[in-house]
């Protein structure tokens, strides 16, 4: 059973570890085609890998539950981020209601677990990660009732922040786990950076200063895993 554990710690580290890699790539390179596509699939991949192998290690071996709400939180980002692409401003369907009141449903029994289980835990962080995972559910299942010219307006900036939190997220969990010592600061600062990134994406999509095919965008996007 610890040889199990061992694999799988193994594998959620090295999966993170690429993530990581492949995140901050594909922030650095050329924005839209080519580079960018390809390392943000292989992001979404590692990510997938992460929850998977984060999900394995609570259940079977209940180990740190803390670092599942901020991978739940990265995981929903990359995936609705992906989403925001997909659907080119187009209503979502209903399996991406579904996915974000489940995982709404799965945060709140995640409080109920750590009070039930008097587990440790740091309110402040806790309470942050939840409610910018809340804000990000909440908006995507507001989106019935968002006009279709706002949500074609908004692509870009949803994709650029849903990305960019899912990399601050698990940024946080890296460096919470490996500067164990300096919590909560270790935590929360990647967040804090990851919005100020957000917020100079935010200042340059609004004056064009990123040049965007969003047509070859999308072609790329649904040759990966996540197919409509």
């Given amino acids: 059973m610890e040889k199990l554990h061992l694999v799988n710690l193994i594998l959620h580290v090295l999966a993170g570890s690429i993530a990581l890699l492949t995140g901050f790539a594909a922030i650095f390179v050329r924005k839209g085609l080519g580079k960018h596509v390809l390392f943000g699939k292989y992001f979404t991949v590692m990510i997938v890998v992460v929850i998977a192998t984060g999900l394995f290690g609570l259940i079977i071996f209940n180990r740190n539950s803390f670092l599942l709400i901020i991978t739940f939180l990265s995981g929903y980002n990359c995936y609705s981020g992906i989403r925001s692409l997909k659907l080119r401003g187009q209503k979502p369907v209903f399996l991406d209601y579904t996915i974000s009141i489940l995982v709404v449903i799965s945060a709140v029994y995640y409080i109920y677990y750590l009070n039930y289980r008097g587990l440790y835990w740091s309110p402040g962080i806790i309470y942050s990660t939840l409610s910018a995972l809340f804000l990000v559910t909440g908006y995507d299942i507001c989106k ?28 946080s969990a890296f460096s919470g786990t490996v500067f164990s010592d300096y919590k909560p600061y270790s935590q929360f600062l990647p967040s804090v950076a990851g919005m100020i990134y957000i917020i100079i994406t935010f200042i340059l999509l609004s004056k064009k200063s990123f040049i965007f095919n969003t047509k070859t965008i999308v072609q790329q996007t649904n040759q990966d895993t996540f197919r409509a």
């Avoid at 019935?144 to 940024?171: P, Q």
Wanted: charged residues 15%; glycine residues 0%; positive net charge.
């Fill in 144 to 171: 019935w009732f968002m006009h279709i010219n706002f949500l074609k307006k908004a692509m870009l900036y949803e994709h650029a922040y849903k990305m960019i939190s899912a990399l601050s997220a698990i940024t």
